[in-house]
């Protein structure tokens, strides 16, 4: 698949099959993650497989009352875990390194872009889930301090891929020299 042909294909799944993920693909997609750039290679995410229903269910009670993603964290037959190690990502010698603080949210973020197209790639749906609650989430995996669950995704066969979402025109967001200006 193309790269571009995956930017603009890959959609946000919450319809699963129950048809397992072979092992390959699973970590061919885990293999996306491993390469994924990070502040000074810093390689600052973990990532936690999740296929029993038992967990699942525990994941799910962690998700917003409304979170449109409930259904297909039961139904996917795996969910990805992303957790980032606190303090490494854009850090120099335990010093915060820009008025940013911790970058581990844009490299996990980029991580997780990695991992949704590599699914894409393989003919699997994802979709990026953030409404929980990521310290029960902690809790529910034993997540030891100085680590943050940032986000989860399922990982199946689609059941139906939804429509793509209407784009901004580049126009709407591309300024040129100042901000605002076209």
Aim: glycine share 8%; net charge neutral.
């Amino acid at each position: 698949m193309e790269l571009m042909e995956a930017i603009k294909g890959r959609r946000s799944v919450r319809s699963y099959t129950s048809d397992l993920i072979p092992e390959e693909k699973l970590q061919k997609i885990l293999e996306a993650v491993q390469w994924s750039p990070s502040w000074g290679n810093t390689q600052c995410w973990e990532i936690i497989v999740v296929r029993e229903a038992g967990t699942k269910k525990k994941l799910v009670e962690t998700l917003t009352p409304t979170n449109p993603a409930r259904e297909a964290i039961m139904q996917a037959p795996v969910i990805l875990v992303v957790v980032a190690i606190e303090g490494r990502a854009g850090f120099k010698k335990e010093e915060p390194s820009t008025d940013k603080g911790d970058w581990y949210m844009f490299d996990c973020g980029v991580a997780m872009q990695n991992l949704c197209l590599a699914a894409h790639a393989e003919g699997l749906g994802t979709v990026i889930v953030g409404a929980f609650d990521a310290v029960k989430a902690a809790e529910v995996f034993h997540v030891p301090p100085g680590r943050a669950v940032v986000a989860l995704t399922p990982l199946g066969l689609p059941e139906r891929i939804p429509a793509p979402p209407k784009r901004k025109a580049l126009a709407e967001f591309v300024y040129h020299e100042l901000y605002g200006s076209s």
